[in-house]
């Protein structure tokens, strides 16, 4: 039973546009939520976070938005770069470091 | 360190033979994490340490998988009796305590034939 889930395996978008990448939990417990982003033989770096008691939180050209009722956190990257072509994997955890990942979406900006 | 050193990168096991991993984590994180992934998959939490204390090993999927870090620097994760369900890459990730922001290695990609 997958506790968090990104039901999109890729998307692309065009250079400049709004990419938007979307997961779903189910653990009403949860009380952190991360973006890693990763590249081909490389671990998971770290983008941006955000806890539950906001709803947004930005850095920069990354917009990371919590929606706890519909338990739905979504990533804004405006605008999309060739260079943020990776995959992208959120992350939620109860506590401060079990931290549970999806599957991942495969990003490709297209130039 | 400049950042999570893995070693080795890659590992190549026949079934039924022991592998050791070895992880060196940024000096001073004092929480130190396994992860496995698996193809098309997401890291699944293996273990966390603090220091040299092993506070959760519940992702550990079987009493062939040990971890230890001894000193509360450099870790290693041991398989034994290596099984082809093994197969997977093996992150290991740092960080200031009780910071989510995690910093990952590279991996070893651990292939059982």
């Known amino acids: 039973d997958q506790q968090v889930k990104q039901n999109s395996p890729s998307l692309s978008v065009q250079e400049g546009r709004i990419s938007i990448l979307n997961c779903d939990y189910t653990?009403?417990?949860?009380?952190?939520f991360l973006w890693y982003k990763k590249y081909p033989a490389e671990g998971p770096t770290f983008l941006i976070s955000i806890s539950s008691i906001k709803d947004k939180n930005e850095d920069g050209r990354f917009t990371v938005f919590l929606n706890k009722s519909a338990k739905h956190l979504s990533l804004h990257i405006v605008p999309s770069q060739p260079g943020d072509s990776a995959v992208y994997f959120c992350?939620?955890?109860?506590?401060?470091?079990?931290?549970?990942f999806g599957t991942g979406t495969r990003l490709k900006v297209l130039a | 360190g400049a950042g999570v050193s893995q070693s080795p990168r890659y590992k190549v096991a026949k079934r039924g033979q022991d592998v050791a991993l070895r992880c060196d984590p940024i000096?001073?994180?004092?929480?130190l994490f396994w992860y496995q992934q698996a193809l098309g998959q997401g890291p699944e939490f293996l273990t966390y340490?603090?220091?040299?204390?092993?506070?959760?090993k519940s992702g550990l999927p079987s009493d062939r998988f040990f971890a230890e870090r001894p000193e509360g620097s450099v870790s290693t994760l041991k398989i034994q009796r290596t099984q082809q369900e093994d197969s997977a890459v093996y992150l290991c990730?740092?960080?200031?305590?009780?910071?989510?922001?995690?910093?990952f290695g590279s991996g070893t990609q651990l292939s059982v034939l």
């Open positions: 992350a939620a955890s109860e506590g401060t470091y079990k931290y549970i």
């Open positions: 000096s001073g994180h004092v929480s």
């Open positions: 990730a740092s960080s200031q305590i009780y910071s989510e922001k995690l910093f």
């Open positions: 653990n009403s417990m949860f009380d952190y």
């Open positions: 340490f603090q220091n040299e204390a092993q506070l959760d």
